[in-house]
């Protein structure tokens, strides 16, 4: 009798400073993306069906994860029983341990499920430094985890006034950067949340240098190609006072990707995806499919 193909949703973190984005990239590229890894890990596993990670959001080179996730299917030789969420767990980590890869959560979910379209909302964190004269200042456990800013002021209140404009629902084609799915693609977005708070770091109690943190959030069921880091980019041009913050309204206005002002998209490397919510009930699979 064969077994019964059983899925998973798994939720994962990265640092992306190696890998092509998290993205499966072909066999012949030199430089692999974190699904490439994920892949083989589940291979070791040596399940009887074919690989695939489903994975739910993409982020791209640079971009850092502590909260991702994918679903995959996973089929074992009849004699051997489903793999237990926590035996996954700890058998791919296994499996990914010369990586900068971890599996954090594991579930089994229905057969149906989809770890893309069903989810319900993502939230990115881009990571600010301010007072820092040159990136190789910076202490080595920030290195190419934030954007280091020669300023050492930004005009807090107008950036928050500005990323005010941002939350709703808007034509944010402007904030997209081209891409072969661009035409596709619903330039409508609804953005839950965009707030500028103070950040933390380890090195602000330790290193003698003074650096301020930074952390703009924001929050939406989806988003377009870059559109965080091009937001990210135009509330920092205002909070250092090159923007005025009418010019958020004037780019929602302008509807089209080219208005977007040149050498404004923010570096890879601040941010990060901080989670990918789901429904309860989407994380429970039936008692049928369990046995």
């Known amino acids: 009798m064969q077994q019964t193909v059983a899925r998973y949703l798994i939720f994962f973190q990265y640092t992306g400073s190696k890998y092509s984005g998290v993205m499966k990239a072909p ?92 989810a319900q909302s993502r939230t990115y964190v881009y990571r600010l430094a301010l007072g820092c004269q040159h990136h190789t200042l910076m202490p080595l456990t920030e290195k190419d985890l934030c954007w280091a800013l020669r300023d050492t002021r930004l005009n807090i209140d107008a950036m928050r006034e500005a990323s005010a404009l941002l939350l709703g629902t808007h034509d944010f084609s402007t904030f ?63 909070g250092q006072g090159r923007l005025s913050v009418s010019k958020i309204q004037d780019l929602l206005e302008a509807r089209d990707s080219l208005a977007f002002p040149n050498n404004l998209t923010a570096p890879a490397h601040g941010l990060f995806l901080t989670n990918v919510q789901y429904r309860d009930t989407d994380l429970v699979a039936s008692m049928s499919e369990e046995q």
Request: net charge positive; charged share 25%; with cysteine.
């Open 27 to 118: 066999a012949h590229q030199a430089v692999q993306g974190v699904g490439n890894h994920l892949e083989n890990a589940v291979r070791k596993l040596k399940p009887v069906n074919e690989v695939c990670v489903s994975i739910s959001s993409r982020t791209d080179t640079g971009v850092h994860a502590l909260c991702n996730s994918a679903h995959v299917d996973i089929q074992r030789r009849a004699d051997k029983p489903p793999l237990s969420e926590q035996s996954l767990l700890e058998a791919l980590n296994f499996q990914l341990k010369e990586e900068p890869i971890r599996i954090t959560r594991a579930y089994r979910v229905h057969s149906d499920f989809h770890a893309r379209y069903q």
């Open 176 to 238: 997209r950067a081209l891409s072969s799915d661009a035409p596709f693609k619903c330039p409508v977005k609804t953005l839950d949340l965009a707030q500028l708070e103070p950040g933390e770091s380890f090195s602000q109690r330790h290193f003698q240098r003074d650096i301020q943190f930074w952390e703009l959030t924001f929050k939406s069921r989806s988003f377009l190609y870059r559109q965080v880091r091009r937001m990210t980019g135009v509330l920092v041009a205002i």
